[in-house]
């Protein structure tokens, strides 16, 4: 009986902890507009910089909300490949805004 108390509770827990992930991808979408808003300001990115980089946001955007149009959640493997795409913008966009270009 605990076992299967045990299970309901955990079941449970899932459901509630998935919708969190995807606020948490979008969250992180939030700031990496932010990180290249601020860039743009600062003079860290160039123009094309910042358009290249916008374009990818963009593009991962649309990505995050494709994979939740089904029934409103991520699966694992679609957070996977979101974490995998967010990694990579943080990387692209840290690059660009501490490479000696500058506008």
Same mark, same amino acid.
């Given at each position: 009986? %605990? ?13 509630? !902890?998935?919708?969190? *992930?995807?606020? %948490? !991808?979008?969250?992180?979408? !939030?700031?990496?507009? !932010? ?5 743009? %300001? *600062? ?53 660009? %805004?501490?490479?000696?270009? *500058?506008?």
């Amino acid at each position: 009986m %605990k076992k299967h108390i045990l299970a309901v509770v955990m079941g449970f827990g899932l459901m509630v !902890a998935l919708p969190a *992930s995807a606020a %948490k !991808a979008e969250r992180r979408q !939030a700031t990496q507009q !932010a990180r290249i808003i601020d860039g743009v %300001k *600062s003079g860290e990115l160039t123009g094309r910089e910042a358009v290249r980089l916008e374009r990818q946001h963009h593009a991962l955007q649309r990505e995050l909300r494709r994979a939740r149009r089904d029934d409103g959640r991520l699966d694992a493997r679609e957070r996977v490949r979101i974490n995998r795409e967010q990694n990579r913008l943080d990387r692209r966009i840290a690059r660009q %805004k501490h490479d000696a270009q *500058s506008r």
